[in-house]
């Protein structure tokens, strides 16, 4: 099984969308560029922010296989595989595999409510099905599952199991995660919120959505707690919390960043129903909140 280093800023990506409902591969394909260009650490396509849940089979193969051509090499793609079932895990994570993603996000299965037992079988039973690393994807807020600290220290004790991306915004419990298994796996943070915290406790990086629209900003925060510049860092931390209560808390968060994202000249496309593009008024509302981060 390859390695992979998971250290710094990553962007899950978005999938654009064209009118007819396509996928916009070549729209990808330039958003891919303009990460990569503003010096995020990794990609994640076809998460939460990707439209995962949304996306067909073959769609998702389409979208993993088109930003690991396009980032040819310069930086780790760690596709989402997850799914409700534990075998249609298993064909997302192969399709990955098979494509040459670095590493599967592998969402806590949802819908019905499970025992921790199942969910430490379910991720079981991926890992060895599967010959790629493994980064668990805790996201409550979606999916209803909040995963305890010592149920992702038992996780990591799985040696394909790599890293984890916490997206729950619960800062204690993600410093306790770090406490736990923070030697064992890269802890990442999923919420901008907690980015800088996460960091200070002993955290690898972050897997943030408003990196589709300031992978800069992320970058510049990274660096500058990598090279000891604390009062840098936390005046990037304030600026990033702003963006994130704009565009995560305040509107339909994927129509908001997709909206955010053509106002900075980029083809994020459409989101797919049934979300819907911001109307006439929200859309205003966020130019004009842009402004003001433009300004900060």
Partial sequence: MPKVTLNGMFVPCVTPFKRSGQVDAEALRSCVRFWLENGV???VPCGSNGEAPYLSRQERINVVKTVIEEVDGKAPVIAGTGSMSTGETVKFTRDAADLGADAALVVTPFYFKLSYKEI???????????DIPIVIYNVPKF??????????EKLADNEKIIGLKDSSGNVSALIETIRLAGDKISVLAGA???????LQAGGRGAVLAVANVFPALCSLLYQAFK?????DASRLQNQLS???????????????????????????GLPRKPALPLDTEEKKMLENLLKQIDQT
């Fill in 41 to 43: 650490s990794g990609l």
């Fill in 143 to 152: 999916t209803g599952v909040s995963l305890e600290p010592s149920v992702i």
């Fill in 120 to 130: 430490l079988e379910h991720y079981r039973q991926v890992s060895e099905s599967v």
């Fill in 242 to 268: 702003f963006v994130n209560e704009v565009l995560v808390r305040r509107f339909n968060q994927i129509s908001a960043i997709k909206e955010a994202m053509r106002l900075r000249g980029l083809p994020s």
């Fill in 192 to 198: 901008a919120d907690v980015a800088l915290p996460s």
């Fill in 227 to 231: 090279n000891k510049r604390y009062e």
